[in-house]
T-cell receptor
Framework: GAGVSQSPRYKVAKRGQDVALRCDPI?????LFWYQQALGQGPEFLTY????????KSGLPSDRFFAERPEGSVSTLKIQRTQQEDSAVYLC??????????????FGPGTRLTVT | AQSVAQPEDQVNVAEGNPLTVKCTYS??????LFWYVQYPNRGLQFLLK??????LVKGSYGFEAEFNKSQTSFHLKKPSALVSDSALYFC?????????????FGTGTRLLVSP
């Protein structure tokens, strides 16, 4: 079956531009996560959705970052007025149960964002 | 706060030899521990997890990991390495507390298996 898909796979933005990154989770997965992976680092948590509800956004680095999942399936991560420090790979992951503590997350291939 | 340490940036091993990739953790209460592998330009792939029970966990592609509560470790192992195992390996932890849904990852260990 289809896994988690993300688009675009690569995005180059000029400093100050807005970008939107899309995530299509595995069909039927209730939980959706966004992570940011800087070069040479492990992924770092950004935000978590359970269906359409954003239950944890503690990892979003600034108010320029915004995520939504309006119908409880596809999610979009938006970054406004991009800065060079936003350059990273943005990973999306999904998991089926609402209570996800014991369940693994399935990751998409990521979107590599380069801000010039 | 939850944290994971992977003390080795890189591990080199010859094909056919056993491999170990180290991971130690810090978390309040009992941990849920995970290993993921990342190949170039691809997302993370789940290898195995420890939730409870037997301290030796078996996972995908012949990998296993040993949970050691007294040493707060969860080392990844494989009896006989393959060149195709060369990749970036991440250990991750999640606490049991309600609401702690996120995974906290280590910085990763690059495994290089030479022919």
């Amino acid at each position: 079956g289809a896994g988690v898909s993300q688009s675009p796979r690569y995005k180059v933005a000029k400093r100050g531009q807005d970008v939107a990154l899309r995530c299509d989770p595995i069909s039927g997965h209730v939980s959706l996560f966004w992570y940011q992976q800087a070069l040479g680092q492990g992924p770092e948590f950004l935000t978590y959705f359970q269906n359409e509800a954003q239950l944890d956004k503690s990892g979003l680095p600034s108010d320029r970052f915004f995520a939504e999942r309006p119908e409880g399936s596809v999610s979009t991560l938006k970054i406004q007025r991009t800065q060079q420090e936003d350059s990273a790979v943005y990973l999306c992951a999904s998991s089926f149960p609402a209570s996800t503590s014991t369940y693994e997350q399935y990751f998409g291939p990521g979107t590599r964002l380069t801000v010039t | 706060a939850q944290s994971v340490a992977q003390p080795e940036d890189q591990v080199n091993v010859a094909e056919g030899n056993p491999l170990t990739v180290k991971c130690t953790y810090s978390v309040s209460g009992n941990p849920y521990l995970f290993w993921y592998v990342q190949y170039p330009n691809r997302g993370l792939q789940f290898l195995l997890k420890y939730i409870t029970g037997d301290n030796l966990v078996k996972g995908s592609y012949g990998f296993e990991a040993e949970f050691n509560k007294s040493q707060t470790s969860f080392h990844l192992k494989k009896p006989s390495a393959l060149v195709s195992d060369s990749a970036l390996y991440f250990c991750a932890v999640r606490g049991m507390n309600t609401g702690f849904q996120k995974l906290v990852f280590g910085t990763g260990t690059r495994l290089l298996v030479s022919p």
